[in-house]
Structures are given as C-alpha cells and as structure tokens.
C-alpha cells in the first residue's frame, strides 16, 4: 500500500483502532475538498494497532471532539512536508455541542436553541454528565 506524504496539512496519529471513522463522522471530515488517507489497523509498537487519518490541508479541528472520542490521539501539524507541531490531547473539561443529553425530560431537549453542554465528572472512567439535568452520557 502507497499513501504519499502530506506536504501541508494534519496528521491525526495514534487512534485506538476501529475509531477512525467515527471521527471523521464527527469531525465532518467528508465534507472537505481536499484528499483525506484514513488508515485502519496500523502496526503500532504502543498500541498493537492503531488507525491514522492524513489530511492534506491545513484546517481547524475540533479538539473537544478528538479528546472526547478518543484523548490518546496526537496531532501533527506538518508545514513544507516536516512536522512543525506536536499536539497531544487530552479530556476535555466540557463538551459544548458534541452530543446530545437523551434524557426527553432535559431542558435541552425541549428548547431548541440551548446549547448541549456536558462536564466531565469522572476522569478516570471518562464519564460526562448533561450540565441542565446531570443524565450520563453514553
């Protein structure tokens, strides 16, 4: 398999294989007009496997939505074909707008123009709590 370098763009690196996808669902990455690699099942020394999205453009992600779906991943930011940063990411302390709250009774879900706002109320087990009725996010 041959997938060119990048010369200018992002390199998302060190996904927990099989989440690939599911980013760029979230990230709305198919809506871009430019080319995109999504490279599943990667040999990792780390991670065993792992999968990694190239996108040959130099776009603003998301990273509420890259820490949520997966805090683990790293960013590389590469400029002239070198890589020039090194982002990792962690859990983000809210989510505004990446889910929704399932609860029916939720504020949230009854007035439109609220926004979805989720808190992060265990860390180590990476739960998030709707901030109007505390339902958990699945």
Do not use: W
């Not at 200018?8 to 979230?26: F, W």
């Not at 040999?43 to 496997?49: A, E, I, M, Q, T």
């Amino acid at each position: 398999m041959r997938i060119d370098a990048i010369k200018n763009g992002l390199v998302i690196d060190h996904i927990t294989a099989g989440k690939a996808m599911e980013i760029v669902g979230l990230l709305k990455l198919e809506e871009l007009d430019c080319p995109i690699a999504i490279i599943k099942n990667a040999p990792s020394k780390r991670l065993g496997k792992k999968d990694i999205i190239k996108i040959d453009a130099d776009i603003e992600l998301n990273t509420e939505i890259l820490g949520y779906i997966d805090p683990d991943v790293t960013v590389n930011v590469i400029k002239n074909g070198e890589i020039v940063e090194k982002k990792h990411i962690a859990l983000p302390e809210t989510l505004n707008n990446v889910i929704a709250c399932k609860n029916p009774r939720c504020i949230s879900s009854c007035e439109q123009e609220l926004p979805q706002i989720f808190k992060l109320t265990d860390r180590e087990n990476r739960v998030y709590r709707c901030l109007y009725c505390e339902t958990k996010a699945k």
